[in-house]
């Protein structure tokens, strides 16, 4: 014989109750007291607080966390490879970087390019906020290399830098603002 316990919702107060026959036919219906109120309802309480502490609390409480144990966005210098020999590049001398072929490159106020085997996310991390900038899913540009700011097309705008690009470096009308604040509060 089997059986198989079904619940309704009924009046808000769940019933149960077992239906039995054989293969599913000639099934019979007997009913089984309702949970008690209160047991009922502790278990939804219980269920309401895991839901809101896993949802809202604990990423708070990680976040909070991270930002104590995260490392300072101050990165002095890069060590590039270039002519079989190390490089090492300060951060000063840096006029931006940039992605050409899925690679990121250094390019100096000089006019040397050096590839660094990082992404632009992880640059943009280890640099100080206050010193880069990313104009672009291509560019991260230095405060210093900026040399002027052009209105463009559809509220965009056309950065020149001190160390030409080849490339127009064009902010995205929703970025501009930020980045004009960047200029003016450094």
């Known amino acids: 014989m089997k059986q198989i316990e079904v619940q309704s919702n009924t009046n808000r ?13 000639n099934l019979k219906k007997q009913s089984l007291p309702a949970y008690p109120e209160n047991e009922f309802y502790t278990g939804v309480e219980k269920n309401d607080f895991t ?4 949802q809202h609390q604990l990423p708070a409480i990680l976040n909070t966390l991270l930002e104590k144990i995260k490392v300072p966005a101050n990165k002095k210098n890069f060590l590039v490879f270039k002519h ?3 490089i090492n590049v300060p951060t000063q001398t840096i006029a931006y970087f940039h992605v050409k072929y899925e690679t990121a490159f250094i390019v100096s ?4 390019e050096y590839a660094v085997n990082y992404s632009l996310e992880q640059l943009q991390q280890l640099l ?5 900038f990313r ?3 291509q560019y991260l540009a230095s405060f210093d290399a900026v040399k002027e700011v052009e209105h463009y097309f559809a509220r965009k705008l056309l950065v020149n830098l001190a160390v030409p ?5 064009l902010v995205s009308k ?13």
Not at 51 to 54: E, R
Not at 128 to 132: G, I, R, S, T
Not at 165 to 169: Q, R
């Open 84 to 86: 079989n020999k190390y």
């Open 165 to 169: 690009t080849g490339e127009k470096l």
């Open 109 to 112: 106020f000089d006019r040397q």
């Open 135 to 137: 104009l672009n899913r």
């Open 174 to 186: 929703e970025r501009s603002a930020e980045f004009l604040r960047w200029l003016e509060n450094r």
């Open 13 to 25: 107060l769940p019933s149960r109750e077992i239906l039995t026959g054989t293969r599913g036919i």
């Open 128 to 132: 100080p906020d206050k010193q880069f």
């Open 51 to 54: 839901h809101t502490f896993f």
